[in-house]
């Protein structure tokens, strides 16, 4: 008996490992709920149109070649329609208008692209807080083209503006920046920071996007040096950088190796006009092995 349920057991292993290797493509869905929720940030409280209560909103997080379905119902008081940043083609639905009390699904057929790229509202009143990141991981059995990394996250960098953003209404220059939906400590308003975990010697796959509308946005992690290695949803070649310019709309995905003293190091987020600044907190955990 014990013995059969052992083979049992160790064919079910099998064939999952299997189909992980040999799977082909696969279809995705997800579901998107428009809704209206309320954020204090920059030391006042207002409403904002977001994905599922969430800003930055949901990430999608599928192979390359998968078939994406993304079912967006509309709860908010506006018609809304998604941009699907930096897919060639092949979306059913790229220009639809999603009225208020509806919802439509958007098809996408995923073909060459690899890497990040991300999703937002069109108009940009709503499209400062509804958007989210649109990551494509290699197929099944694939490999990166650089070492593999220990994880991988996902860096948002985003705007926030202190007006009511309503249909009609048009944001002028931001009043804050975000990193993954937070402020931060400079703007004066105890905002939280984000903070990002790493373990000593772990080699993380950073996967950032600007998604400030007008802006070129610098990025750089203090006394840490990153690697390019992939920008638009396509492998790029390896280059090395202490700060990184990211174009309105542009992604890129770097690797960082967590190889300094352990401690804690500041992120810093700011357009390249340099008027004002986002931070974030890299923390090093030494869960990896005992420190001398
Ligand atoms: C959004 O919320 C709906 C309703 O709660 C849920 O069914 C759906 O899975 C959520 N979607 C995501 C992507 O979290
Ligand atoms: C989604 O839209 C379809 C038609 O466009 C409609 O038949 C369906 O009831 C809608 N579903 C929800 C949950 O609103
Ligand atoms: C773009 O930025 C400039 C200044 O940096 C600002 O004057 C303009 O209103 C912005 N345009 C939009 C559409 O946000
Ligand atoms: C700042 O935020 C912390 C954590 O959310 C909270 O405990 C504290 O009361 C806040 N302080 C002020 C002055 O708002
Ligand atoms: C970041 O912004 C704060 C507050 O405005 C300012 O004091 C600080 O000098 C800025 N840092 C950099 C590097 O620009």
Known sequence: MASQKQAFILLSVLFFFNSL????????YYEFILQEAEFTKLCSTKTVLTVNGSFPGTEIRVRRDDSVYVNVH????????????????????????????RNFTYEIELDDEIGTLWWHARSAWARATVHGAFVILPAAGEEYPFPAPTSDLTIILGEWFRQELTEGVVPGQADAYTINGHLGETYGCNDTSYE??????????????????????????????????????????????????????????????????????????????GRLNTTGIIHYTTSTGPLI
Do not use: K
């Open 196 to 273: 990002l975990q790493v373990d000593y010697q772990g080699l993380y796959l950073l996967r950032l996007i600007n998604a400030v509308a007008n802006e070129t946005m610098v990025f750089s992690i203090a006394q840490h040096s990153i690697t390019i290695v992939g920008r638009d949803a396509s492998y790029a070649r390896r280059s090395f950088s202490t700060s990184l310019t990211l174009a309105p709309g542009q992604t890129l995905d770097v690797l960082l190796s967590a190889n300094q003293n352990v401690g804690q190091y500041y992120i810093t987020a700011r357009p390249s006009s």
């Open 21 to 28: 290797l040999f799977s082909g493509a696969d279809d995705v």
């Open 74 to 101: 509309n709860q908010g008081r506006f018609a809304v329609s998604i941009d699907w940043e930096g897919v060639e083609d092949s979306i059913d639905g790229a220009n639809e208008l999603i009225q208020p009390g």
